[in-house]
């Protein structure tokens, strides 16, 4: 596998190798080793899947405490992937960074720990996968408003307005969020 870094510490772009022929296609989408061997080093404790139609804007989540790292990537349509530190002692506080996951390219990203994380759907049955380090608590849940113009995400929804959560639609401002040390 590829792993690039971001333009912030932390979060990565994997780029598994992908086997292909007239039958179809195979790879690897997670190996401890492989995994290891490129300086991540993850426990999961859980795995989510979600379907969405073009448009929806998920997040942008983070937990704390329980803070989750999670590994994401999509087998059907594609996104418009987020992650946002909220780690207050970074030099990258409060910075984004995204990345178009997609069923084509086979990319996966690696949010990590005191990091928001959301998506925007850019195809009609998107499917969404990703792996946990840490169970949910709903009880230490929170979103960052996705639209904080503090943070600035240049989220490609031009001509359209991105479907929400009643939850979502109710983000707290960087400034109001319960951060990361």
Request: charged share 20%; glycine share 10%; net charge negative.
């Amino acid at each position: 596998m590829k792993v690039a870094e971001t333009e912030i510490p932390g979060p990565m772009i994997i780029e598994p190798h992908v086997f292909g022929d007239a039958r179809g296609f195979f790879m690897e989408t997670w190996s401890e080793a492989g995994f290891a061997a490129a300086g991540l080093n993850m426990t999961w404790v859980q795995d989510n899947h979600s379907r969405s139609q073009k448009g929806v804007l998920r997040g942008l989540h983070f937990q704390n405490p329980g803070a989750q790292g999670k590994l994401v990537r999509v087998t059907r349509g594609a996104v418009f992937d987020v992650a946002v530190d909220l780690r207050k002692s970074s030099a990258h506080f409060g910075q984004w960074v995204g990345v178009e996951l997609t069923a084509e390219n086979s990319r996966m990203f690696w949010v990590p720990e005191g990091f928001a994380h959301g998506f925007l759907t850019l195809a009609d049955d998107t499917d969404f996968l990703y792996k946990c380090t840490a169970p949910y608590a709903p009880e230490s849940e929170y979103t960052l408003a996705w639209d904080d113009p503090v943070v600035g995400i240049d989220w490609p929804v031009q001509g359209f307005e991105p479907i929400i959560s009643e939850k979502d639609a109710k983000g707290l401002t960087l400034s109001d969020a319960p951060v990361f040390a």
